[in-house]
């Protein structure tokens, strides 16, 4: 009789701690984005809820989506634009330059 128990409780103890660790598991983009604030770390923990009841088919993307951001440099996308910025400024001038010169 004393088996009957302990088992029960040991599958109560097992079905608890999944049930925990699922849980915890979607929270970890969450995590993430706050720990670097995220600019989007509101939707990244509602995107977590849905991707929960989704059987966590989004759980993935939200891992990306809260790692790409980072609080020294943000998405990594500005010293690119500058650098594009410039080269667009230069092929701009030669243009006009072409442009308007005269042609012999």
């Known amino acids: 009789m004393f088996l009957n128990y302990f088992a029960l409780g040991v599958l109560v103890f097992v079905f608890l701690v999944i049930f925990y660790g699922i849980i915890v598991l979607h ?7 706050k720990s670097r604030n995220h600019p989007h770390a509101d939707a990244i923990h509602v995107a977590g809820w849905v991707s929960l009841f989704t059987l ?14 980072r609080p020294d440099r943000g998405w990594g996308m500005e010293g690119r634009n500058a650098s594009l910025e410039q080269r667009i400024t230069a ?3 030669k243009v006009t330059a072409d442009r308007d010169s005269p042609k012999g």
Not at 27 to 33: C, E, F, G, K, T
Not at 56 to 69: M, Q
């Open 91 to 93: 092929l701009e001038q």
């Open 27 to 33: 929270d970890i983009p969450y995590l993430i984005a």
């Open 56 to 69: 966590h088919v989004l759980w993935p993307f939200l891992w990306i989506w809260a790692t790409l951001y």
